[in-house]
């Protein structure tokens, strides 16, 4: 796989407009600016799926060094975010499976909750989706965060994490209908 392509080989899509100026940039100027723009949002999305803002924090960061390393490989510079939140999101998942293994060795690994700055989320709400987004599946709750709170097309979701479009709206499906369940009528009230 190369920075040019996403999981198994699919180019990597763009939600929304790039920071212009990339094109023709050094690495150190071009990484610098995207950092500046986007690292919050990019934290705040791995939290949403690794539940944990010092991991977050560290994918995030892993992520802008990888592309740091290989941004002369880069085909289209303007495509460099589309990038980040494709790594950030694989290297959330990662860092996932990680504390699984972790945690299978060492069963007193303390679980830090997330603190989360999200959109439109205030303290007992914000802890509330939080918890109901812990015991959904974690296709479940990538797809959900991808859509919800990246406001993805269930296109782009499919390609950031290599299934079809139809494994997008059945993941989302089950997962809104658990959120429903977990968090009753304030949820029917929000979606």
């Known amino acids: 796989m190369t920075i040019l392509t996403g999981r198994r080989g699919r180019p990597v899509t763009e939600s929304q407009p790039s920071v212009p100026g990339l094109v023709g940039a050094d690495a150190d100027a071009a990484v610098e600016q995207l950092y500046a723009a986007h690292w919050r949002q990019l934290v705040r999305l791995s939290v949403l799926l690794v539940h944990d803002q010092a991991s977050a924090e560290d994918v995030v960061q892993d992520a802008f060094v990888a592309m740091h390393g290989k941004w002369s490989r880069l085909r289209d510079p303007d495509k460099a975010l589309a990038y980040l939140r494709q790594a950030v999101v694989n290297r959330s998942r990662s860092a996932l499976r990680h504390r699984v293994v972790v945690e299978r060795h060492a069963r007193n690994t303390p679980h830090g909750d997330a603190v989360v700055d999200g959109p439109g989320l205030g303290g007992s709400r914000r802890d509330a ?51 429903r369940d977990l968090l009753g009528d304030w949820w029917e009230d929000e979606s």
Do not use: C, F, N, P
């Open 129 to 179: 989706v939080q918890q109901a987004l812990r015991q959904l599946s974690d296709r479940q709750r990538e797809v959900l965060v991808l859509q919800h709170y990246l406001d993805w097309s269930e296109a782009q979701v499919a390609d950031a994490l290599g299934i079809t479009r139809g494994a997008v709206k059945a993941h989302a499906h089950r997962g809104r209908a658990a959120l």
